[in-house]
C-alpha cells in the first residue's frame, strides 16, 4: 500500500529525479527503536504499537522495537529520546502536558529544541467526573461546594493543571489529591472515596455509560463526539480547556533524508484507513497534526503551563 510512496515523497521533498534507492538499502540497515515514556499497556504504549504494526506491514526493510522507559511522569522517557544518538534508529513519543511541564517546573534535561517534531498522532479529552450517587451535577455545583477532596493523575499532569485553572476561574480551594495513575482514580471515584476527579475521556466513558459513574463536563472546545450530550466547562460557564495529546518527536539532529522518511511514513501512516480504523477498535481518539502545527501547539502549551505554574509552582 505504502511501500513506493514513501521513497518517491522523499525523493520530491529532496528534490531528487527518482526514489532514492540507494538510500532505502542504507536505511534502515537495524531495528528503529521506539521509547515509550510509560509502563507497556497504557494509552500512550498503544498508540506506539498500532504505528508499529502498520509500519513493519507497509514498509520493506523497517522494524521497530518498543522500550518503554517508565518514571516521573513521562520525564525519564522524555530525557531518554532527547539525548539518543540522532542517526534515526531511536525515535519516542511524547504526552502532554507534561513534556513541557518539566520544562516550565526547571526539572527537565531538556528543552522544545531538543527534539525535532514528528507530529501528533492521538489526545485524551479532559473530563471532570463524580461518583454516580453524587449531589455534583454540574460545574456550577462544584464550584459550590466547600471542602471538596479532587484526585487528580499527579502534579504537573494535564488532570492537575485543569483543576488548578478550575480553581483559579471559580475562586474555590481543592483539597488535590495526587495519584499514581488513572487505575487508582477509577478506583477513588467508583468507591466513593472522593468527590470528584479530573481525568481523560477513555479512562472513564465506559463506566459512565454504565451508570457507575457520572461525567459533569468535557473539558474541550466543543462538545466530543464520542459523548455528545455531554456539554462542556465552556458552555457551562467556566472556560477551563484541557486534553491530553500523543505524538511522535526524535532527537534533535538527525540528517535531513532519513527524518523525511520518518516524517512521510508517520504521515501516510495516520492518513491510512486500517490506522483509522485499528484507533477505533482500541478506543484511541485521533488528533493529527503536521510536526510544524505540533510544534505550535507544545510551544503553546508550555506558555499556558508557565503561567499556571507562575500562580502555584509545584
Known sequence: MFKASIFTSVALALGLASAPAALAGEYPDQPVTIIVPSKAGGSTDRTARLFTELAEKNYEGFEFVIQNVPGSGGQKGFEAIARADADGYTIGLNFTPQLVAHIVSGRAQYTLDSFHVMGNVAQDPGIVVVPADSPIKTMADLAAASGLTVAVNG????????????????????????????????????????????????????????????????????????????????????????????????????????????????????????????????????????????????????????????????
Open 155 to 314: 502534579i504537573g499532569s494535564d488532570d492537575f493543571l485543569a483543576a488548578k485553572q478550575f480553581e483559579s476561574i471559580a475562586g474555590v480551594t481543592f483539597n488535590l489529591l495526587p495519584t499514581k495513575g488513572s487505575t487508582e482514580q477509577k478506583a477513588a471515584i467508583l468507591g466513593g472515596h472522593v468527590d470528584a476527579a479530573f481525568m481523560n475521556l477513555s479512562q472513564m466513558i465506559k463506566q459512565h455509560k454504565a451508570g457507575d459513574a457520572r461525567i459533569i463536563a468535557m473539558l474541550t472546545e466543543e462538545r466530543d463526539a464520542n459523548l455528545p450530550d455531554m456539554p462542556t466547562a465552556l458552555e457551562q460557564g467556566y472556560d477551563v480547556q484541557m486534553r491530553a495529546t500523543r505524538g511522535f518527536v526524535a532527537p534533535a539532529g538527525i540528517p535531513d533524508e532519513i527524518q523525511s522518511q520518518l516524517d512521510t511514513m508517520l504521515a501516510e501512516i495516520m492518513a491510512s484507513d486500517e490506522f483509522k480504523a485499528n484507533a477505533a477498535k482500541g478506543n484511541i481518539f485521533l488528533l493529527p497534526m503536521s510536526g510544524p502545527d505540533y510544534l505550535a501547539y507544545l510551544t503553546d502549551l508550555q506558555a499556558q503551563t508557565q503561567a499556571v505554574y507562575d500562580q502555584a509552582p509545584w
